[in-house]
Nanobody, 120 residues
Framework: QLQLVESGGGLVQPGGSLRLSCAAS????????IGWFRQAPGKEREGVSC????????AYADSVKGRFTISRDSAKNTVYLQMNSLKPEDTAVYYC?????????????WGQGTQVTVSS
């Protein structure tokens, strides 16, 4: 059964860091694009970052460029999102999803999400 499981969320002060994990089972992450998305209360879901299958090209939303880094550990079949210099506006539920066709989607399977709260 194909499954994505996010972890690593929590409460952090502004300026702090968190690393989110997206662990896959039932398929090999290397073959798929993996995207990170987030949804804040009352707002639409937005794309945050993506890493393509194969070459591992990366892309970021303007709002997180220079602060977030996406990476992949093939041995662990896991994609990470390192989030630094966090701001209160980064508060959201973060989801990962996979796409066989690349970072433009469509997105096939979604994780359950992990809450990130940035607050003093």
């Amino acid at each position: 059964q194909l499954q994505l499981v996010e972890s690593g969320g929590g409460l952090v002060q502004p300026g702090g860091s968190l690393r989110l994990s997206c662990a896959a089972s039932g398929f090999t992450l290397d073959d798929y694009a993996i995207g990170w998305f987030r949804q804040a209360p009352g707002k639409e879901r937005e794309g945050v970052s993506c890493i393509s299958g194969g070459s591992g090209n990366t892309a970021y939303a303007d709002s997180v460029k220079g602060r977030f880094t996406i990476s992949r550990d093939s041995a662990k079949n896991t994609v990470y999102l390192q989030m630094n210099s966090l701001k209160p506006e980064d508060t959201a539920v973060y989801y990962c999803a996979d796409s066989y066709l690349g970072c433009s989607g469509p997105w096939d399977y979604w994780g359950q999400g992990t809450q990130v709260t940035v607050s003093s």
